[in-house]
Nanobody, 125 residues
Framework: QVTLVESGGGLVQAGGSLRLSCVVSQPGRIFSSHIMGWFRQAPGREREFVAA????????YYSDSVKGRFTISRISAENTVYLQMDSLKPGDTAVYFC????????????????WGQGTQVTVSS
């Protein structure tokens, strides 16, 4: 049984920062080829790719909309992935989800086998 639990969301003013966490619980270790991703979903919109990290090598991927503002990282020993969000904008307001995939098309939500319950991020202007 694989479970993902996100935390760290909240209300912040534009220009502020938040750090999201996602703890992965599963039997055995997370394989180096697995990928952890962060997505977000605003009301009435599809789930949108934000960032991803390859578990073993730590290779990072970002959407153009967050590149330079958000940083994804992981601590392997804690089975935890983080999303540091700086210079937040009202357009970043959404529910943020972390997911886990073994597939290569990590920017597609359909590729993910496991999801957390989501954490709300609200950025006020």
């Amino acid at each position: 049984q694989v479970t993902l639990v996100e935390s760290g969301g909240g209300l912040v003013q534009a220009g502020g920062s938040l750090r999201l966490s996602c703890v992965v619980s599963q039997p055995g270790r997370i394989f180096s080829s697995h990928i952890m991703g962060w997505f977000r979903q605003a009301p009435g919109r599809e789930r949108e790719f934000v960032a991803a990290i390859r578990w073993g090598a730590g290779t990072r991927y970002y959407s153009d909309s967050v590149k330079g503002r958000f940083t994804i990282s992981r601590i392997s020993a804690e089975n935890t992935v983080y999303l540091q969000m700086d210079s937040l904008k009202p357009g970043d307001t959404a529910v943020y989800f972390c997911g886990k995939t073994t597939k290569s098309d990590f920017a597609m939500a359909i590729a993910y086998e496991y999801w957390g319950q989501g954490t709300q991020v609200t950025v006020s202007s």
